[in-house]
C-alpha cells in the first residue's frame, strides 16, 4: 500500500521536535553594497572568510523521504569563530529562495538575503568570538545522486553548497555532526562513528523508518563531508587489528565469493604501507567504504567512507590482469588520500592536483609491493605517458598547476595532466632529489601541516632544502608550464665505432624551454644491449660513454619509461622492437612509435598498424598486449578511411583469433577477444559474435561474463546485426541485477536502428535531468557517435559543443571532458574539424578553460585530417 509521504514526513518531525517552532520566513530586498557577492566561491571571498573565521562546526539533520520526487526537508545549526564582526558573513547555497524557510542568528531572527549564491549574514547579528546561526531549508538536490533505492552525496569540488548552506572552501575545515531519517530497509554510512540508531514506530499508520545519529566527525574540508543511505549490503571484517565495514548492492555470488577478501586485503595492505612511509598512525577515527553502481569516478575519498564505482571493486573469473591491477591501484590512491589531501589538504583548488599526483604516486610504489607480478616499471609506462601525452600534445595542454580565480570553474582543472604528467614529474623530483631525501621531505610536509592545509610552493621549500638542485627553476618548467619537449640525436660512427652521440632537447612549440630530466638510451645490437644514462640538463648534450662502442643496430631512447617527451625513432626500431627482451623496453617504443605516428615523423599509421599486428602475435606481456590492441584499434577506427577498414577487416579478424586461438594465457585470450569483437565488420565475424552471444558459449579458453554479454549484445546492436528477434531486449531478460537492467534499458535509444529514435535520444541530453546518471550517457553517447553512425550522427555536434557550458554547471568534474570525448572521439572528417573550429571561432570571449577542454577532446580530429588518406 502506497502511503502519502507528506503526512508520513510532516509526523516524524512533530515526533522527533526537531525543529521546534518553525519561524515566518521573511525575505528582505538586497541591501547596498557590503562587499562583493558573486556567484560561486571566489579566491578573495575565500582569502577574506579564512582571515576572519575559524573553528566551525556544523550540526546537520536530513529527513530521506522513500519517494525519490519528495523534497528533503533538513536543520543545519553552524557555529564559528569571527574575529571581524564589521563586516556581513557569506555562506554558500546554490540553491533558490525558496529552498530557505527560516534563519536565526546568535538566537535572533532573521530575514533570509539570499543573493548570488549566496545567503548573506548581516553584521549587525553577528558578534566577535562564537556565533551560532539556525536554519531550516530543503536541501538540495543537485549532489545528492538520489535513485529510488539509494542516495549518496559527492561535493568535490564546491558542491557542499548545492546540498546545504556551509562555508565551502578547502581552508576551513570542520566537524559534522550529522543525523539522517531515513526509510527503515536502509543502510547508511558517514564520515563519523555510527552512535546510535533509532527506529519510530508509528503503530502501522505510516511506513517506519531509521534514524541513524553519527557522531562528530575529524575536520575535515567540506568537499570530503559525504554519507550514503539506501539498501546496501553492509559486511564487515577486522584486518591488522582494524575493523572496516562496506557497503555494497552486487548480488552476483561469484563476484562477491571473489572479491570480497581481496577488496578487504588491499585496503589493509596499503594502509600498512602508508604508515610506514609516512611513519604517521592512519590520521582518522574509522576506516570504511561503499561501492555505487555507476558512480561518477573510480573512487573518491571521503574520510573514514570511501565510495567506489562498485564495478571497478566486483571482479570475476574472467578479470584479466590489467583490471586486477586496477582495482588494486584504485583501492591504493584512495587510501593514500586519507594522508595526502585528507590529513594535508590544499590551501586553494589551484592545488588540487597535489593531493592527486600522491595518490597516483603512492599507488604506484603499493601495487609494486601489495601484488604479485604487477611489474610496477611496466604499469607506470602503460598508465601514465599514452593518458599525460594524449593531453600535453593538444594545443589545449594545460599545465599540472593552473590559476583559478573562482571554484566554480574548479571542475575544469581535472584532467590527464594532473592523475598522468604530475606521476611522472614526481618521479623524476624522486629521482633528482634521491629516495631518502625525497621520503623524509614529504614526511616534515605531513608533519607540519597535519589536520591542516598547505600549498605547493610550501611543500618545494621543504623539499628544496634537501637537495642541492635548484627545484624553483625546475618547478617552473615542470609544472607551471604545459607541454613537452621533443628530441633528436646526431650519431657519427668511425669504421663501425660510435665517436659521438650527442642528444638535443626543443619544446614541441617551438620555444627553446628546457625540461631538466634523467632517462636513459639502449644501444642495440644482435646479441646484447648497452643501457646508459643520460643526465638531460641542457639542450644538447653529449654521452661520452656512448664513444668508442661499436654502431648499434638501433637505439631505443626512454628504455625504463622515466624520460617525458616525444623521442626519436628510426626504421630499424619499428623492425626490431619485438626482439628486446625487457617488457618496460618494449612498452617504450611501442609509445614512442606511436607518438612519432601522431606527430607525422618517421612512421605513417597503416606502418604502424602492420608493426602492432605483428608485436601483437609475439607479445607475451599481456599489459603490452593491451597497449598494443588499444593502437591497433584507434588507427583501424580514427585513421583508416571507412573502404579502407572494410578491405582490411576479414584478415585482421583472422588475424586475431588465429593469435586468441593459440596463445595459452587466458587472460591473454580474452584480451584479444575483445579486440576481435571490436573490429568485426565482415558478415562471417558478426555472425560468429551473434552465434557466441545467442548460445551463450564463449570460445574455448575465455571465460566471459553477464557484462560481457552485454557488451557484446551492445556491439552487435551498433553493427545493425540481422539477429532473427532484438538483441538487446533479450538481454535485458538475462541481467538479474536491477542496476546493471537499468542501465540497459537506458542505453536502448542509443543503439536504436531507427534514426527518429536516436534524434529522440540525443535531444532528451538537453534535459539536466536525463543526465544524472553520467557513466550511463557517456556509454550511450559512445555508441551514438560511433564510427559505424558517425555520418548519421555528425549533425548532433554544433548542439553538443552548445551544451557544453551547461554540463560544466550541471555536471560533476570528468563529465564535461568525458562528454567532449565521447562525442569527437571517433570523427575523422574535415566537417567535423571544421564544425569544431567554428564553434570556437563564433565564441571568442568562451571560457577559456572549457575551451582548452574542447581542443583537447578534439586533438585527433585535427590530427586525422593531415593523417588519413
Not at 102 to 108: A, D, F, Y
Not at 290 to 317: C, N, R, W
Not at 589 to 610: D, F, H, K, S, W
Request: some cysteine; overall charge neutral; proline content about 6%.
Amino acid at each position: 500500500m502506497k502511503y502519502s509521504n507528506n503526512a508520513r514526513r510532516a509526523s516524524l518531525w512533530l515526533l522527533l521536535g526537531v525543529l521546534g517552532c518553525t519561524k515566518k520566513l521573511t525575505v528582505l530586498p538586497p541591501p547596498a553594497p557590503a562587499g562583493a557577492v558573486v556567484p560561486g566561491v571566489s579566491e578573495e571571498l575565500a582569502r577574506d572568510r579564512a582571515r576572519r573565521i575559524s573553528g566551525v562546526a556544523y550540526d546537520l539533520f536530513l529527513d530521506i523521504p522513500w519517494e525519490k520526487a519528495d523534497p528533503i526537508r533538513a536543520t543545519e545549526t553552524v557555529r564559528f569563530h569571527l574575529t571581524d564582526a564589521s563586516q556581513p558573513v557569506q555562506l554558500d547555497f546554490k540553491e533558490q529562495a525558496d529552498h530557505l524557510k527560516s534563519l536565526t542568528v546568535n538566537g535572533k531572527p532573521t530575514g533570509v538575503d539570499l543573493r548570488a549564491e549566496h545567503l548573506v549574514l548581516p553584521a549587525g547579528d553577528l558578534k566577535g568570538g562564537l556565533n551560532q546561526v539556525q536554519i531550516e531549508f530543503t536541501a538540495g538536490n543537485q549532489s545528492l545522486n538520489r535513485s529510488e533505492e539509494f542516495l549518496y552525496t559527492l561535493l568535490v569540488p564546491d558542491r557542499a553548497r548545492t546540498v546545504f548552506p556551509g562555508f565551502d572552501q578547502p581552508d576551513l575545515k570542520a566537524t559534522f555532526k550529522l543525523t539522517l531519517n531515513v526509510p527503515n530497509e536502509w543502510e547508511a554510512m558517514a564520515n563519523a562513528p555510527l552512535d546510535s540508531v533509532q527506529k519510530l514506530d508509528l503503530s502501522g499508520l505510516l511506513p517506519g523508518s531509521s534514524t541513524y545519529f553519527f557522531a562528530p566527525s575529524d575536520t575535515i574540508s567540506t568537499y570530503l563531508f559525504s554519507f550514503a543511505a539506501g539498501k546496501f549490503t553492509r559486511v564487515s571484517r577486522t584486518l591488522a587489528g582494524r575493523k572496516m565495514q562496506f557497503l555494497h548492492r552486487e548480488t552476483d555470488k561469484d563476484k562477491l565469493r571473489l572479491s570480497l577478501d581481496p577488496i578487504f586485503r588491499i585496503h589493509a595492505d596499503a594502509l600498512q604501507f602508508l604508515q610506514d612511509y609516512t611513519g604517521i598512525p592512519y590520521p582518522f577515527r574509522k576506516f570504511d567504504f561503499v561501492a555505487l553502481p555507476d558512480f561518477q569516478y573510480g573512487g573518491m575519498e571521503h574520510v573514514g567512507a570511501i565510495d567506489y564505482k562498485a564495478s571497478t571493486l566486483f571482479l570475476d573469473q574472467g578479470a584479466t590482469q590489467d583490471q586486477l591491477l586496477a582495482r588494486a591501484n584504485l583501492i591504493a590512491h584512495e587510501t593514500a588520500h586519507m594522508w595526502f589531501g585528507d590529513l594535508v589538504t590544499m590551501q586553494w583548488f589551484n592545488d588540487v592536483w597535489m593531493k592527486e599526483v600522491f595518490a597516483n604516486f603512492m599507488a604506484d610504489k603499493i601495487t609494486q609491493v601489495a601484488v604479485a607480478n604487477s611489474n610496477y616499471n611496466l604499469k607506470f609506462v602503460i598508465d601514465h605517458f599514452p593518458a599525460a601525452y594524449g593531453v600535453d600534445r593538444t594545443a589545449g595542454a594545460n599545465p599540472i598547476r593552473q590559476e583559478l580565480a573562482n571554484l566554480k570553474d574548479a571542475g575544469s582543472l581535472y584532467g590527464n595532466i594532473i592523475y598522468h604528467k604530475a606521476p611522472i614529474m614526481m618521479r623524476q623530483l624522486e629521482r633528482l632529489m634521491g629516495e631518502e631525501p625525497f621520503r623524509l621531505g614529504l614526511q616534515e610536509y605531513l608533519r607540519t601541516y597535519a589536520h591542516g592545509n598547505a600549498t605547493w610552493p610550501e611543500l618545494i621549500r621543504i623539499l628544496d632544502a634537501r637537495t642541492p638542485a635548484d627545484l624553483q627553476a625546475w618547478n617552473q618548467v615542470w609544472v607551471n608550464q604545459p607541454g613537452r619537449p621533443v628530441f633528436d640525436y646526431d650519431l657519427q660512427t668511425s669504421r663501425g665505432i660510435i665517436s659521438r652521440l650527442q642528444l638535443t632537447q626543443r619544446a614541441e612549440d617551438g620555444s627553446a624551454r628546457l625540461w631538466p630530466q634523467r632517462f636513459e638510451v639502449l644501444l642495440v645490437y644482435p646479441d646484447r644491449v648497452k643501457e646508459l644514462t643520460v643526465n638531460m640538463d641542457q639542450q644538447a648534450v653529449l654521452l661520452p660513454a656512448a664513444a668508442g662502442e661499436p654502431a648499434p643496430s638501433f637505439i631505443l631512447f626512454n628504455s625504463t619509461g622515466l624520460g617525458y617527451g616525444v623521442f626519436p625513432i628510426r626504421k630499424p626500431l619499428a623492425t626490431g622492437v619485438t626482439g628486446l627482451a625487457n617488457p618496460v623496453a618494449r612498452a617504450a617504443a611501442y609509445v614512442n612509435l606511436y607518438e612519432n605516428m601522431l606527430n607525422g615523423r618517421g612512421i605513417a599509421p597503416a606502418q604502424l598498424l602492420t608493426v602492432c599486428r605483428r608485436a601483437l602475435l609475439q607479445e607475451p606481456e599481456e599489459l603490452n598486449a593491451k597497449l598494443l590492441t588499444g593502437h591497433v584499434s584507434d588507427i583501424y577506427w580514427k585513421l583508416l578511411r571507412p573502404a579502407q577498414r572494410a578491405a582490411l577487416a576479414p584478415e585482421l579478424e583472422q588475424e586475431l583469433w588465429r593469435t586468441m586461438e593459440q596463445t595459452t594465457s587466458a587472460n591473454l585470450k580474452k584480451l584479444l577477444f575483445k579486440t576481435y569483437q571490436s573490429v568485426a565488420l565482415s558478415a562471417a565475424a558478426q555472425t560468429r559474435l551473434y552465434r557466441i552471444w545467442d548460445q551463450q558459449q564463449a570460445p574455448a579458453g575465455v571465460k566471459l561474463t553477464e557484462d560481457d554479454y552485454t557488451a557484446l549484445a551492445l556491439a552487435l546492436a551498433v553493427r545493425d546485426y540481422p539477429a532473427p528477434t532484438p538483441l538487446l531486449p533479450r538481454q535485458l531478460t538475462r541481467i538479474q541485477n536491477p542496476d546493471r537492467r537499468q542501465r540497459l534499458a537506458f542505453l536502448l535509444p542509443a543503439l536504436a536502428p531507427e534514426a527518429a529514435t536516436r534524434d529522440a535520444f540525443f535531444a532528451s541530453l538537453a534535459d539536466e535531468k536525463t543526465r544524472e546518471k553520467e557513466a550511463w550517457v557517456v556509454a550511450a553517447l559512445g555508441y551514438l557517435h560511433h564510427p559505424l553512425r558517425a555520418a548519421f550522427s555528425e549533425k548532433y555536434l554544433p548542439q553538443s559543443l552548445a551544451l557544453l557550458e551547461e554540463i560544466q554547471q550541471t555536471g560533476d568534474i570528468f563529465f564535461p571532458y568525458s562528454w567532449l570525448q565521447a562525442t569527437l572521439g571517433f570523427y575523422q572528417t574535415p566537417t567535423a574539424a571544421r564544425t569544431v573550429r567554428q564553434f570556437l571561432a563564433a565564441h571568442p570571449a568562451y571560457n577559456p578553460k572549457l575551451r582548452a577542454k574542447i581542443l583537447q577532446a578534439a586533438d585527433e580530429v585535427f590530427r586525422a585530417e593531415k593523417l588519413v588518406r
